[in-house]
């Protein structure tokens, strides 16, 4: 998952800095184990402090509007990734699932599906994986955004999606259950460790799998998305900046 200078320097880096520091804080619990694990740390010796997402702006509805127009998007009309595009975002496999979840919904035909964040390392294959399922028209690649765009897109979508097979957090889950946007989740320890039981869960290594976690939400009633939601919201409430 990492070029190979970026892979010496993460292995001999990292491991000089933890065995030189007086102290080690980290994001989660997860990390924290995997700390322990990978390097034989004392637990003692780090202390977990979750990231944080501080209130979202207001942005008026005029300037969602041309927001949305730009990537030519309807609200509730997409379901949305954001993130860096690296290998750990598991990307591929969300283009995949996506075609398979367009091919056995053809009521759904003007869902899309944004992909935004700029592109991070080993990404080619990303592009490569939209021209072979034959679905350009489908899905909008954003690049970079900024705090505009992001909020918009968080607030206009159907849900968040994050596929990635690791991490040591997930601040999107977060972003989008602070807006009250239901979010689907890859089952790995870090993500349901934030989302807990506020979220859609997916082996994120089987498609079909992701394909029902997006049907079963389309299924759910307003009222049935907005108990969820509101549960989600008051999750992530805990995770401010202050805490």
């Known amino acids: 998952q990492f070029t190979k200078k970026d892979l010496y ?67 509730k009309l997409y379901y949305l990734y954001l993130g860096t595009l690296k290998p750990n975002k598991n990307i591929p496999f969300l283009i ?3 075609t398979k979840y367009f091919k056995s919904n053809s009521n759904e035909l003007e869902t899309k599906l944004v992909i935004a ?44 999606i994050m596929p990635s097979t690791y991490e040591g957090f997930g601040i999107p889950v977060i972003e989008a259950m602070k807006v009250n946007i239901p979010v689907i989740s890859s089952n790995i320890s870090p993500l349901k460790e934030v989302i807990k039981d506020t979220g859609f869960y997916f082996n994120p ?12 939400l389309e299924k759910l009633n307003s009222l049935e998305v907005k108990k969820i939601t509101d549960k989600a919201r008051v999750r992530a409430n805990l995770f401010s900046w202050t805490n």
Do not use: M
């Open 96 to 98: 995949k699932s996506f």
């Open 205 to 216: 290594t089987n498609q079909q799998e992701l394909v029902d976690q997006i049907i079963k």
């Open 117 to 160: 964040g700029k592109k991070g390392w080993l990404f080619n294959e990303i592009f490569e994986t939209v021209k072979k399922e034959g679905i350009e028209s489908r899905i909008i690649f954003t690049d970079f955004i900024d705090e505009s765009q992001k909020w918009t897109l968080y607030q206009n979508t159907k849900a968040l």
């Open 9 to 75: 320097q993460l292995i001999n880096w990292t491991k000089q800095s933890i065995e030189k520091s007086a102290h080690i804080v980290t994001v989660s619990n997860f990390s924290k184990s995997e700390i322990e694990k990978t390097y034989k740390i004392n637990p003692n010796k780090i202390t977990i402090a979750y990231n944080g997402v501080d209130t979202p702006p207001i942005i008026d509805k005029k300037n969602q509007q041309k927001i949305l127009s730009s990537y030519n998007l309807k609200p």
